[in-house]
């Protein structure tokens, strides 16, 4: 299959999961209200980012998956990622504080197949369930080949199974801020460096 004929794909699938705090006051009511809020902060982010975006799941505990598509798309997924947890977080009160993302990221190759259907290589829908399963309440769960794609992009830890075991899943810990560009021809000076003129010498 020619590379001209193939994208990157990633996609982010998370639930909000609630844990009820000892002595909570939250009625159902309430909890509903909250869920609906940070739903609603979740999808801005997302349609912000351009993803493509399904909801399911139940009132109580609903799941939204974003699919990303072409240049850069598992960065631009742990990108959103990042954001979903802020803003989740955000739109909740202190005394509110009860409701958790949950969830994973995965990635892996589109490529147009038979009759037109297009054919997702990489199995990044089928790690999905299985990772945000695995998944604690605020966290959001790498497969390698997400991690691979946003090498030095992002900060990750590394998760290995039965103790000492090879390393299953990567936790996504933050966005890794861009390093200073420079201007083009400038760069940053030697402290034992000469200072250079420039600019006209009046005469």
Known sequence: MPASHTRDVAMLLFEL?????????????????IVNRCVLAALEVLTAAGAEIGASGTEVRPVVEARFEGTHAPARAA???????????????????????????????????????????????????????????????????AREACEGLVETLPLHGGGDGPVVAHLLRRIRPPRAAFPSG???SSPNAAPVARGGVDN
């Open 17 to 33: 999961r609630r844990e009820p705090r000892p002595g909570t006051r939250i009625t159902p009511e309430v909890a509903e209200m």
């Open 79 to 145: 990108h959103s990622a990042c954001e979903v947890l802020a803003a989740v977080r955000r739109v909740q009160r202190s005394a509110e504080n009860e409701f958790q993302v949950v969830g994973a990221i995965t990635a892996g190759v589109a490529a147009p197949g038979p009759a037109g259907v297009t054919v997702t290589v990489g199995g990044p829908d089928v790690l999905l369930d299985r990772l945000r399963e695995a998944a604690a309440p605020g966290q959001i769960l790498m497969s390698e080949a």
């Open 186 to 188: 400038a760069e940053p």
